[in-house]
């Protein structure tokens, strides 16, 4: 069974470990990281994929509401509030479900069951042949099945190709979103790496042709799941 990585925003401890302890209870769900306020959250979010997040409204600092109206969160996001006064601008941000607290288990699940019924229609869409990159003063076009990994070069990243070595500003958060991981996929802070380019995984480091790329911790569970998932 394919999990689905998690996180939870939420700065009350109760509501916190309610909804921990059901994410725990929920067989296909991964829960990465919890937060208690929605900055660290938001910080969180820039740097890794999330496939579902929970997130309380009434919060100090920066809402729930404001988190998600200033930034590009490609999650399935569940809301979680005491309030429902939100609702309606809650689907206007086109989030997935509505949780309003006190929720059961039961209404919890239905709400899982619905992310993760978008993220498997969002998978099963048709898979994107290519991708433009920004490079220098233009936009390049890529063809994905060309990719053979991405690297991390400070401020740039490196893209290795059949043809050439293409170096683009845009980072890793933002290739995640362009790019399937079933087809590249995220297996280090300083890689991607195309799956169908991969001759062998030994411990926590994959082949491809000359070049050895580690697996770092942080990624090594859901690469393995896909990898698994296509086997």
Do not use: W
């Amino acid at each position: 069974m394919d999990k689905y990585t998690c996180i939870i925003i939420e700065d009350e401890p109760l509501a916190l470990d309610k909804t921990k302890d059901f994410v725990n209870k929920v067989p296909f769900l991964q829960l990465s990281e919890t937060f208690d306020n929605a900055l660290t959250g938001l910080a969180y979010l820039n740097s890794h994929k999330v496939d579902i997040l929970f997130l309380d409204i009434n919060m100090d600092e920066l809402s729930g509401i404001e988190l998600l109206e200033s930034s590009n969160i490609s999650s399935q996001v569940i809301i979680t509030t005491a309030y429902q006064d939100y609702a309606l601008k809650g689907y206007e941000l086109q989030i997935t479900d509505y949780l309003l607290k006190p929720f059961t288990f039961n209404r919890f699940l239905q709400a899982v069951n619905k992310a993760q019924e978008n993220i498997i229609h969002h998978t099963l869409e048709v898979q994107p042949e290519f991708i433009f990159v920004k490079t220098e003063h233009r936009l390049e076009k890529i063809m994905l099945n060309d990719i053979i990994y991405i690297e991390g070069m400070r401020d740039y990243l490196r893209i290795h190709t059949l043809k050439k070595k293409i170096m683009t500003l845009q980072n890793f958060v933002e290739l995640e979103k362009l790019i399937p991981a079933t087809i590249i996929c995220r297996v280090h802070k300083s890689y991607m790496v195309a799956l169908n380019k991969i001759d062998s995984i030994e411990r926590n480091r994959i082949k491809i042709g000359n070049e050895m790329i580690p697996v770092s911790e942080t990624y090594k569970e859901t690469f393995l799941q896909i990898i698994k998932s296509r086997g």
